[in-house]
C-alpha cells in the first residue's frame, strides 16, 4: 500500500484512546505495569507522529495535508475530517512531546492509577483530535472531550480544594464552549449548503452581521481557554490544586487551543470580522501582559505565580494575531510553542520541589539550592528561558511579536507606541516576579521543619531526562528560530494576506454607511429647508 494512503492522523488520534480501553483488562495491583504500559503507548504514538509527518508533510505547501474523510453522521453532517497545515503540525507535535514526558512524570502515582493513565491517554487523543479536526462539529466534540479527563484528573489527584478548581474549570470551559457550537451552526446553515467542513466554511461570503456575532462567540470559547482577562480566573485556581503532570498538559498544550481556535476559525474564516476585533485584542493582549505580570508579584504560592506568568505570556499571542503581519503571526505561532515547552518544564519543576518540601508557599520553603542543586540548575534554566534570556525560545517569540507590531501598517503611529511600551513594562516585570521567585525558593532563610537529606532531595535522573526533553527544543528554537518558523512560515504570509485583504472591504462598507447616512440627512434637511425658512419668515 502506498504510504500516503495510509490513515495517519486517523491513527495518531485514535491510537492512544483505544490502547486505553485495554489498561482495565492489565494484571496490576501496585500500578508498575500499567505506567509502563501507558509509557509505551505515548512513545508509540510519539513516534508515528513524527515518522508521519517527516515521510509525509510538505513544507512548501500551504494546505491542509493528510487530509483524511469519512462519513460518520451523515443524518446530521458530522464527518470525521482531519488534516494538518503549518498552523497545526507543530502543536501536534507539541501534544505528543508533552503527554508523553506527562506520562513519565506520573511514574510515582500509586492511587487509582488505571483510572489515571487511562484518563492520560484519552486526554492524549483528544489533543490531537482537537488541532487535526478539519469539520467543525468534529473539532467541538474533540474539544469537550477533553474537558472530562481534566475534570477528573484535577478533582481526584488534586490538592485539598481539587473540586472546587475541578468544578470551576469545567463550569468555565464547558458553558464557554457552547459559544463553538452556536457560531458553528450559524456559519453552516448559512447560504445554500449546509457544511461544517472548515475549508468551506472559509470561502463561504457570510454577511459582516453574522461574521461579527460568530467572531463574538468564538471569542468567548476561545478566551476564556487562552485566557484572556477577565476570563481567565479558573487558571490559577486549576493550576494550584492539579497534580504536576496534569499542569504540564495544562499550561503546555490546552492554553494552545485557545490560540489555534483564534487563528483558525476567527482569523482564517472570518476575514471581515477579524478586521474590526483586532485592535480589542491588541488591547486585550497588553492587559493580560501587564495585568499577570503584576498578579504574579502578589503571589506566593509558587504555582500560582506561575500560572500568573503564563496569562502574561499568552497575551504576546494576541498582539502577535492582532498584528495584521505575517511576522505577527509568525511570533504568536512561534510563542505558543515556546511557551508551551517552557510551562510544561516549570511546572514539572514545581512538583518535583513540592514532592520534597510538601508545600508550595514560597516563604516555607528557603534555602533548598544547597539541598537540591540539580533541581535549582533546571529551575534556574527553565525560568531564564521564560524571562526571555536572549538565546532561548522565549527571547525569539517575544521579539517577533513586537517586531510584527512595529512594522504593522495597519494602525496609527501612537497605537503602536503606547501597545509596544506597555508591553515592555510587562516584558520587565518578569524578569523581577521570576528571579525574586528563584531567590526565596532557593536562597531564601532556611526551613528547619523541611527535614530535606542531601543526597535524597535531589532530582533524579528520570526527573533530569523529563526537563532536558523539554530545555533542548527550547534551546534548539532559540539559536536557530527555522527548527520551528519553517512549518508554517508560508502558512502565516497566506493568513495575513488574507485578512489584509479584507481591510478594503470594510473601509469601503464604513464609507458607504457614512456617504448613505449623510445624504439622508442632507435630503431631509432640503426637504424640510422650505418648510422652516416659510415658518421662519
Not at 508533510?57 to 494546505?63: E, G, I, M, S
Not at 462539529?137 to 481534566?150: S, T
Request: include cysteine; charged fraction near 10%; proline fraction near 4%.
Amino acid at each position: 500500500m502506498d504510504t500516503f494512503q495510509l490513515p495517519w492522523l486517523t491513527a495518531t488520534i485514535l491510537f492512544p484512546l483505544l490502547a486505553s480501553l485495554a489498561i482495565p483488562l492489565i494484571p496490576d495491583k501496585d500500578g508498575k505495569t500499567v505506567r509502563w504500559y501507558a509509557l509505551g503507548v505515548g512513545l508509540a504514538n510519539f513516534a508515528l507522529i513524527a515518522y508521519a509527518f517527516w515521510s509525509n508533510y510538505d513544507f512548501r505547501n500551504t494546505n491542509f495535508q493528510l487530509v483524511e474523510t469519512y462519513s460518520w453522521l451523515p443524518q446530521i453532517g458530522l464527518n470525521w475530517t482531519v488534516g494538518i497545515d503549518g498552523i497545526s503540525m507543530p502543536l501536534i507535535v507539541l501534544s505528543g512531546l508533552i503527554s508523553t514526558l506527562a506520562l513519565l512524570a506520573s511514574w510515582k502515582i500509586e492511587h487509582k492509577p488505571k483510572l489515571s493513565y487511562f484518563l492520560m491517554l484519552v486526554l492524549y487523543s483528544a489533543q490531537i483530535g482537537v488541532f487535526a479536526a478539519q469539520d467543525l462539529l468534529l473539532f467541538f466534540l474533540m474539544w469537550e472531550l477533553e474537558l472530562v479527563p481534566v475534570y477528573i484528573l484535577i478533582s481526584i489527584w488534586g490538592g485539598n480544594k481539587r473540586l472546587y478548581a475541578a468544578t470551576k474549570f469545567i463550569l468555565y470551559t464547558a458553558l464557554a464552549s457552547i459559544f463553538i457550537l452556536v457560531a458553528a451552526l450559524g456559519m453552516a446553515f448559512y447560504g445554500g449548503n449546509i457544511t461544517f467542513n472548515m475549508t468551506q466554511l472559509g470561502m463561504k461570503q457570510f454577511p459582516l452581521a453574522l461574521e461579527v456575532l460568530a467572531y463574538a462567540g468564538f471569542l468567548i470559547a476561545f478566551g476564556v481557554k487562552l485566557p484572556i482577562f477577565p476570563l481567565h480566573t479558573w487558571l490559577p485556581d486549576a493550576h494550584s490544586e492539579a497534580s504536576a503532570p496534569v499542569s504540564m498538559i495544562l499550561a503546555g498544550v490546552l492554553l494552545k487551543m485557545g490560540g489555534y481556535g483564534l487563528i483558525r476559525m476567527n482569523m482564517e474564516m472570518l476575514p471581515h470580522a477579524h478586521v474590526k476585533f483586532a485592535p480589542l485584542l491588541a488591547i486585550l493582549g497588553v492587559i493580560n501582559v501587564v495585568y499577570g505580570a503584576l498578579t504574579a508579584f502578589g503571589q506566593t504560592n509558587l504555582k500560582r505565580r506561575l500560572a500568573s506568568s503564563s496569562i502574561s505570556h499568552m497575551g504576546f499571542v494576541l498582539i502577535g494575531i492582532a498584528a495584521f503581519t505575517d511576522l505577527g503571526i509568525n511570533g504568536a505561532v512561534l510563542q505558543m510553542v515556546s511557551h508551551g515547552l517552557i510551562a510544561a518544564a516549570l511546572f514539572f519543576l514545581c512538583g518535583s520541589t513540592y514532592d520534597r518540601t510538601h508545600t508550595l508557599m514560597m516563604d516555607e520553603m528557603g534555602g533548598l539550592a544547597k539541598s537540591m542543586p540539580k533541581i535549582f540548575a533546571l529551575f534556574t534554566a527553565a525560568s531564564m528561558a521564560s524571562l526571555a534570556l536572549p538565546g532561548m525560545s522565549g527571547f525569539v517569540g517575544e521579539l517577533t511579536v513586537f517586531l510584527g507590531v512595529a512594522t504593522s501598517d495597519v494602525y496609527t503611529s501612537t497605537f503602536k507606541v503606547v501597545t509596544i511600551f506597555l508591553t515592555a513594562v510587562g516584558l520587565i516585570l518578569t524578569p523581577i516576579y521570576l528571579l525574586s521567585m528563584l531567590r526565596v525558593v532557593f536562597y531564601g532563610k532556611n526551613n528547619p521543619e523541611l527535614m530535606l537529606e542531601k543526597f535524597q532531595a535531589d532530582a533524579k535522573p528520570r526527573e533530569i531526562f523529563i526537563t532536558v526533553c523539554l530545555l533542548i527544543p527550547i534551546v534548539g528554537i532559540g539559536l536557530y528560530p527555522k527548527l520551528a518558523t519553517n512549518t508554517y512560515d508560508l502558512k502565516t504570509v497566506e493568513i495575513a494576506t488574507k485578512v489584509r485583504s479584507a481591510i478594503p472591504v470594510i473601509v469601503q462598507q464604513q464609507e458607504s454607511f457614512f456617504e448613505t447616512n449623510w445624504s439622508k440627512v442632507l435630503s431631509s434637511t432640503a426637504a424640510i429647508a422650505p418648510q422652516l425658512s416659510k415658518r421662519d419668515g
